[in-house]
Nanobody, 118 residues
């Protein structure tokens, strides 16, 4: 089992920046990847960004490329999502998720609310 705890959400204005953090504990491993997903009201949960814990390789949704950056701190078992140039359409509950290599994301945090006002 992997436990994930997110922090860093809040209310900001369009154009502002925000950094989310997610700390993993439990049965962590270098053979997994961590990702950020988000879910806006009335919409499906969507992938935002992901990072391989071993290689550091990252991936992003097209909607956030160039604005969001995912990074990891192996010593702290923590992954970050730096969000810049925020837009009202970025408003959502953001979830941290973990998956062992070759499997789907199946460990989830409780979510943190990000609200961007125009």
């Amino acid at each position: 089992q992997v436990q994930l705890v997110e922090s860093g959400g809040g209310l900001v204005q369009a154009g502002d920046s925000l950094r989310l953090s997610c700390t993993a504990s439990g049965r962590t491993s270098s053979d997994y990847r961590l990702g950020w997903f988000r879910q806006a009201p009335g919409k499906d949960r969507e992938f935002v960004a992901g990072v391989s814990w071993r290689s550091g390789r990252t991936s992003y949704a097209d909607s956030v490329k160039g604005r969001f950056t995912i990074s990891r701190d192996n010593a702290k078992n923590t992954v970050y999502l730096e969000m810049n140039s925020l837009k009202p359409e970025d408003t959502a509950v953001y979830y941290c998720a973990a998956a062992y290599v070759g499997t789907a994301y199946n460990y989830w945090g409780q979510g943190t609310q990000v609200t961007v006002s125009s």
